[in-house]
């Protein structure tokens, strides 16, 4: 195998040391691409597969390093806590076959695995549809379900160890880029990260308007930098004392009434804040005197038969609605704050009417290039596709 892959690495590198990208036509380095990622998830999940045994050598005493992992950073080129997770990954698929066989397949890139095996390893029998989900959805669709697994620690005495442990490994640190700009990473608990999301939500949907007015083009996560920074200054705050105003935002918790009942989640059941992640049965408890609290019964209203005459969406139909649309419907999106009802199927200035059939839910940047841009959302749940304008295009090779 040693041979083999020394071959295929002195393969590759030639082909890559006199390779012009400009000497190839666009279409055609789209399929470079997609397959050099292919070849990048197998020698990763190589790696994965072979960093178990490697660590059980003497190799990394004998070249001078602390522990196989700072040996294992040393190799791959990575940081240490990069390194760690990757060794504690690598002797966790011992135990989930599935995830050992989509590895050597190249069906699963290192941040899907590593994602599989930490939450599969805390709940074996949540193997397969961690990996249904990693190989029909993003990245983002992936973790959320991987944090609702490993949340559900099957007692409420559980559920407040590990609520205790999120608090504890809070933080928010620092830093000056390459450039000077100040760079930020942190982690908050989910109803601390509720509340800091709830607070930015209007401030960021103000400046969208804004920008939109003024014929600015926002990037991603440009209008939520200026959202916090409103917020650090007061500057939101100025705003609606100056008669600016904001839309409220509230944050939604979805809990299964058996849970609620018994204190603590089990498998299958859900307690968490919309778009934030779990939380402990007894923390939504203890809001339920201090908040509003809407309950959604999916079997009481046949919302798919509500058809409304009118732009407002009926309660039943936008429960269903969010219930359904957890986050922006556009493949590879993911995002699952200030989102923005969408009429897909025709247009209401056309249709006229409100149904839950017609409608889907999309981030205020996908609803901008839809709106404005002539991009088109077709398809439906499952089926997703946001299929960019026909326009003509001559490719001269």
């Known amino acids: 195998m040693l041979d083999a892959l020394r071959k295929a690495h002195d393969l590759v590198a030639a082909q890559l040391k006199e390779a012009d990208p ?27 597969l072979f960093a178990t045994r490697a660590a059980q050598s003497r190799r990394w005493r004998e070249e001078g390093h602390s522990s196989p992992a700072h040996w294992m950073a040393a190799t791959t080129g990575t940081g ?41 390893s805390s709940a074996p029998g949540a193997e397969g549809g961690l990996l249904a989900a990693a190989a029909t959805g993003a990245l983002s669709d992936l973790r959320r379900q ?26 928010l640190r620092t830093w000056s880029g390459p450039e000077g700009a100040l760079q930020l990473r942190g982690q908050l608990t989910p109803e601390a990260g509720a509340t800091l999301l709830g607070a930015l939500a209007p401030l960021e949907r103000a400046r969208f308007a804004e920008a939109r007015r003024s014929g600015e083009r926002l990037g991603a996560g440009q209008g939520l930098a200026d959202a916090l920074l409103a917020l650090a200054t007061g ?17 939604v918790v979805r809990v299964d009434a058996e849970a609620l009942r018994r204190g603590h989640a089990e498998a299958g059941e859900t307690c968490e804040i919309a778009g934030v992640g779990p939380v402990p049965v007894a923390r939504v408890r203890a809001l339920l005197p201090e908040a509003f609290v809407k309950i959604v019964f999916h079997e009481a209203c046949d919302v798919t ?40 199927q025709e247009d209401y200035a056309t249709s006229r009417v ?29 089926r997703w596709e946001l299929r960019a304008p026909e326009v003509a295009v001559l490719d001269t090779g």
């Open 22 to 48: 400009d000497a190839y036509r666009a279409v055609d380095a789209v399929a470079i691409v997609a397959q050099l990622a292919e070849l990048e998830r197998l020698a990763a999940g190589g790696r994965l």
């Open 80 to 120: 240490l806590a990069e390194a760690a997770a990757g060794l504690e990954t690598s002797a966790a698929l011992r135990h989930l076959p599935g995830t050992e066989e989509a590895l050597r397949r190249g069906a699963l890139s290192p941040a899907q695995v590593q994602l599989v095996t930490r939450a599969a």
């Open 146 to 171: 991987a944090a609702a697994v490993v949340a559900r620690a099957g007692t409420a005495e559980g559920e407040a160890r590990r609520a205790r442990a999120l608090h504890h490994q809070r933080f």
């Open 235 to 251: 500057a939101g705050e100025k705003k609606t004392r100056t008669g600016s105003k904001t839309t409220p935002s509230t944050a």
């Open 305 to 344: 038969s509500v058809v409304h005459v009118g732009r407002a969406v009926p309660a039943p139909v936008q429960s269903a609605l969010e219930e359904r649309d957890r986050a922006c419907v556009v493949p590879g999106c993911g995002r699952t704050l200030g989102l923005e009802n969408h009429h897909y």
């Open 354 to 382: 409100t149904s839950l059939d017609a409608l889907a839910r999309v981030c205020s940047f996908h609803h901008d290039r839809i709106t404005y841009d002539g991009f088109h959302l077709t398809g439906g749940p499952g």
